[in-house]
């Protein structure tokens, strides 16, 4: 069972960044994939970015070009830099990892992102 505890939350004005760390409780390396998603309330939870450990990314159409996953093997930490913030942003990030295409997600904690207009 795989830890994940989130960091980097926080307000800002639209146009600004922040960036989202998920460090989990073991190697990285042995996870397949991990990333975010967001939720808006009342709506689903929707995916936002994934990182796997061959290196390959994804990110949602909202968010190309804008946000940028990474990780850190060493640090067994994720992060996820987000640019040119807007307020549809808005929203709770929750990290996720996946150990492989049979298992169940593993959830962070979920940190608020809030973006002023």
């Known amino acids: 069972q795989v830890q994940l505890v989130e960091s980097g939350g926080g307000l800002v004005q639209a146009g600004g960044s922040l960036r989202l760390s998920c460090a989990a409780s073991?190697?990285?390396?042995?996870?397949?994939?991990m990333g975010w998603y967001r939720q808006f309330p009342g709506k689903q939870r929707e995916l936002v970015a994934t990182?796997?450990?061959?290196?390959?990314?994804n990110y949602a159409d909202s968010v190309k070009g804008r946000f940028t996953i990474s990780r850190d093997n060493a640090k067994n930490t994720v992060y996820l830099q987000m640019n040119s913030l807007k307020p549809e942003d808005t929203a709770v990030y929750y990290c996720?990892?996946?150990?492989?295409?049979?298992?169940?997600?593993?959830w962070g904690q979920g940190t608020q992102v809030t973006v002023s207009s």
């Open positions: 996720y990892a996946r150990r492989s295409h049979w298992s169940v997600l593993h």
């Open positions: 073991e190697s990285i390396f042995s996870i397949m994939a």
């Open positions: 990182i796997t450990n061959g290196g390959s990314t």
